[in-house]
């Protein structure tokens, strides 16, 4: 059986889901073929059980550290919450897809060639543009994040985690304010793949270690042994050939999204770099070119934010020129409520903001502030002159700004 459409997205991440979003309501005739649960690893397995497990943990940890307040946890417990939760959001993007007319097509998808993709035994969708969106997997067996964020394998008892990225960060903390005896296994520096300045990840790694996380650079006896030692691209080369890929296996692609098959576009964990951020804006820039507007891919302009002991984020490139760091202290808001942490940027040779980076309780907002700006030259009077909230962190933006106009009145 042969389907046409205009636009057939393989994967229902963030990705493929923001693709056959923007593509339907564009007027696009849109097929999302999923073969497991709507939301891919993100809504199910990753960024948004985790999220919620973060929130408790966090809240709890706040109360004990600014009052003495002890509150009891129970993982089993607010893991249902957190999944009662992920089940809604689930029916909610469901109902989304009927409501923008986006046929959902359930099953296990091939690329047949650059216009054609079966699913299943015998139904052939066949369309204008194709948009891979398939998402990753776990380097390495054994027990993983995502085994416990769905409930398939419960924490217990001595807990040693592998791995020195992200996930590694959030999950050691997110178990040790559970009351989990946490130790974190790191071959060479916390977040070494990160642009990432080093007294950031340093203070990161003390507060770490305050919550109870223990690092280690052995294989410690443990109950439970949980690797997070990274992922890489969910493509079966059979079920997907003729693409070309680099050695690692990810997809090449131009900086629109488009494969070596004119019709055919990569977007989220398939090609570099990985995560929802990164996907979400890969899948506007294929969609873009799709609808005959084309604006590049351009990572650089894409703000990550780990949510840790603290929360850890940055945006832009690590370029040479003059880098300017306060500390969170000097803002009201961080300091009234015993937040501690630190606001970094670089401005290059050109006096562009080239990058910028925060650390400390609840800077994952404000870096959208920073992320809108990169690039820019006229950063200094964007941040000065806009308006923020009292008492806000976005208001350090503003002290950056008057630190850096000072600085040039004073040379």
């Known amino acids: 059986m042969i389907k046409h459409f205009d636009v057939v997205v393989v994967g229902s991440g963030p990705g493929g889901f923001t693709s056959a979003l923007i593509l339907a309501r564009q007027g696009f005739k849109t097929a999302l073929v999923e073969r497991e649960k709507l939301g891919g690893t993100c809504l199910q397995r990753g960024c948004i059980p985790k999220e919620g497990m973060y929130q408790i943990a966090r809240s709890a940890h706040f109360l004990k550290k600014r009052l003495g307040v002890s509150v009891p946890l129970d993982f089993e417990k607010a893991l249902l919450k957190v999944r009662e939760r992920i089940n809604k959001i689930e029916e909610n993007a469901k109902f989304l897809l009927k409501k923008e007319g986006i046929v959902l097509v359930e099953g296990s998808a091939k690329l047949v060639d650059e216009k054609v993709i079966k699913v299943g035994r015998n139904t ?15 380097k390495e067996a054994g027990v993983s994040a995502e085994d416990l964020l769905t409930g398939k394998v419960k924490p217990k008892g001595k807990i040693l985690i592998e791995g020195s990225g992200a996930t590694a960060c959030e999950l050691s903390f997110i178990l040790s304010v559970f009351g989990f005896e946490v130790f974190l296994k790191v071959e060479g520096r916390l977040l070494k793949d990160y642009p990432v300045e080093e007294e950031f990840v340093e203070k990161l790694e003390r507060e770490l270690e305050m919550c109870g996380v223990k690092f280690t650079t052995t294989n410690e006896d443990a109950d439970l042994l949980v690797k997070a030692t990274g992922r890489v691209p969910n493509l079966c080369e059979e079920e997907f050939p003729f693409l070309e890929r680099d050695e690692e296996g990810y997809v090449k692609v131009s900086p629109y999204m488009r494969t070596n098959l004119q019709n055919v576009y990569a977007v989220g964990d398939i090609t570099k770099p990985m995560g929802a951020s990164h996907a979400i804006a890969k899948a506007k820039s294929a969609c873009q070119c799709i609808m005959g507007c084309p604006q590049p891919y351009r990572p650089e302009l894409v703000p990550v934010v780990i949510c840790s002991a603290l929360e850890l984020g940055f945006v832009g490139s690590m370029k040479e020129g003059r880098r300017i760091v306060k500390t969170l202290n000097a803002n009201t808001k961080s300091f009234v409520n015993g937040w501690n942490g630190m606001i970094s940027i670089i401005v290059d040779e050109e006096e562009r903001l080239s990058y910028s980076s925060m650390l400390g309780e ?7 502030i920073a992320s809108a700006i990169i690039g820019s030259a006229l950063w200094d009077q964007f941040f000065f002159s806009n308006n923020y909230t009292h008492p806000s962190i976005c208001e350090s933006f503003s002290d950056l700004s008057l630190e850096f106009m000072f600085n040039l009145l004073n040379l």
Not at 362 to 368: D, H, I, L
Request: glycine content about 4%.
């Open 362 to 368: 609840c800077v994952s907002e404000p870096m959208n």
């Open 124 to 138: 052939y969708l066949k369309a204008d543009h194709i948009i891979l969106a398939c998402g990753s997997r776990q």
